[in-house]
C-alpha cells in the first residue's frame, strides 16, 4: 500500500518531522518546546508565539501541503526530507511556495 504524502507538520533543523493534524501547528510546537526546549518554555516569545518561536529556532513548518519558513537558510538534512517529499509526491523541487528561500 503507498503511503500517503503527509500535508501537515513540523520539520526540525535535523530533519526530523513531526506530523501534525490540520491546525494543529501551535498546538504541537506547544509540545515540541516543552519536550525539546523545556528551559526556554517559560519565555515570553515561546509562550506568545510557538509557532514562531520554533521557526526562529531553525524549524520550517508544512500546512495543508505549503512550505513555510522565515529561516533564508536550510539545513541538509531539511533539503534533504523537502527534495524526498517532493519526489514521493510528484512536486516540482525546489516547491515554489518554500518561502523565505
Known amino acids: 500500500m503507498k503511503k500517503k504524502l503527509q500535508q501537515n507538520g513540523w ?22 518546546i516543552e519536550d525539546l526546549y523545556p528551559l526556554k518554555k517559560q519565555s515570553r516569545a515561546a509562550q506568545e508565539d510557538p509557532e514562531h518561536f520554533l521557526e526562529k529556532n531553525g524549524w ?19 533539503l534533504d526530507f523537502v527534495f524526498d517529499w517532493c519526489v514521493r509526491g510528484k512536486i516540482k523541487y525546489p516547491p515554489m511556495n518554500l518561502e523565505g528561500i
Open 11 to 32: 520539520l526540525s533543523p535535523d530533519g526530523k518531522f513531526i506530523v501534525v493534524e490540520e491546525l494543529g501547528h501551535c498546538e504541537e510546537a506547544d509540545k515540541i
Open 60 to 78: 520550517i513548518k508544512l500546512s495543508v501541503g505549503r512550505w513555510h519558513s522565515t529561516n533564508n537558510e536550510l539545513t541538509q538534512s531539511q
